[in-house]
């Protein structure tokens, strides 16, 4: 490997690091474990009812995690889930009014905070650099497959 290829990907790690720490001290600075601050952030982000499901699978945490989160937010008030209508087992993970002023202070100027970030870019800016993204998990899944079988 050239030594310019691994520099860049040493840079790429430290950067997803840096915005892991980022969103890390956001969570602890609202009183959050990692995984409530993303359950939060998915509710509050959605336009749809989400289910623990939904929650898992769409933002790759073990369902088990995300169930410790969701009972950590439900103890708290800010969180219930609610049966949906003819299955069993599934339930809508909702904000309770608590849970709705929650997310009011706190991950809702998350969210504008990261819109106005990213509307700092160009709009082609912004389609390069996920098309880039994109592209550079798929090589990496495709790369790092057989490490995995």
Known sequence: MSNNAKAQIDKINRLYKQQGNLYHNLAVHFGLSDTAFWVLYAICSSKEPVTQYDLANGWFFPKQTVNSAITGLEKTGILSLVPLVGI?????VILTETG???CAGTLIPVLNAEKRAILRFTKEEREAFLLFMEKQLVFLKEETKRLLE
């Open 88 to 92: 069993r087992k599934s339930k809508n």
């Open 100 to 102: 709705n002023k929650f």
